[in-house]
């Protein structure tokens, strides 16, 4: 990524912002946010959720619209499947790509695993092997990996949720929050960790 493309992406979240702030009086105006952390995979989920019409501050945020917007075919593997996603990437043309959920597994993990999945054919890494619950670590040294989780974060828990909901105040506690937005504490946790206000 060039210099330049970085400061496009900060020049139009900056725009975004006093668009979505306008309608505050100068009392009200939230503290600026530092942009200068956005990655790739941040903005590429953010301009995701707009393309596909997805309300980015009203949750949880309907992952199946992005999967059905994106063409990927979403289903559910055998109950003996031992991954929690598995990601087949088209060899032509005519088919689409095609995302296998482990039926076994937690709602919320289904979700994060979809959004990562979406992740990786969003981000173009091409054929990836079936991800596991270690692939959804902030730990992990893969960096395609990586990528897909600050964008499957990014889809669940945008900037702009979060914001609402600071601003609002309605959320007691992560937990609260996790469940609103049908991810796990921990996702939160992680997503609020790196929304880091100016």
Request: include cysteine; proline fraction near 8%; charged fraction near 15%.
């Amino acid at each position: 990524m060039k210099l330049s493309d970085f400061f496009l992406i900060e020049s139009t979240l900056l725009s975004e912002l006093r668009d979505q702030f306008h309608f505050l009086t100068a009392r009200d105006t939230p503290r600026p946010v530092s942009l200068a952390f956005v990655s790739p995979a941040e903005y590429a989920a953010d301009q995701m959720l707009k393309r596909c019409g997805v309300n980015r501050t009203t949750v949880p945020i309907s992952i199946g619209q992005v999967a059905t917007h994106m063409g990927v075919d979403v289903r559910y593997a055998p109950d003996t499947a031992d991954y929690t996603a598995s990601l087949t990437v088209p060899q032509s043309q005519n088919t689409r790509p095609l995302i296998l959920l482990n039926a076994q597994e937690p709602t919320i993990r289904q979700r994060f695993a979809l959004a990562h999945a979406l992740g990786h054919i969003a981000l173009g890494h091409g054929p990836v092997p079936a991800d596991t619950p270690a692939h959804y670590s902030t730990e992990t040294p893969n960096q395609q990996e990586q990528a897909a989780n600050i964008f499957a974060l990014n889809l669940l828990i945008p900037r702009q949720a979060i914001r609402c909901a600071l601003r609002i105040g309605n959320f007691g506690n992560v937990n609260e929050m996790a469940e609103a937005f049908a991810v796990s504490p921990a996702a939160v946790a992680t997503q609020l960790k790196r929304f880091k206000p100016a």
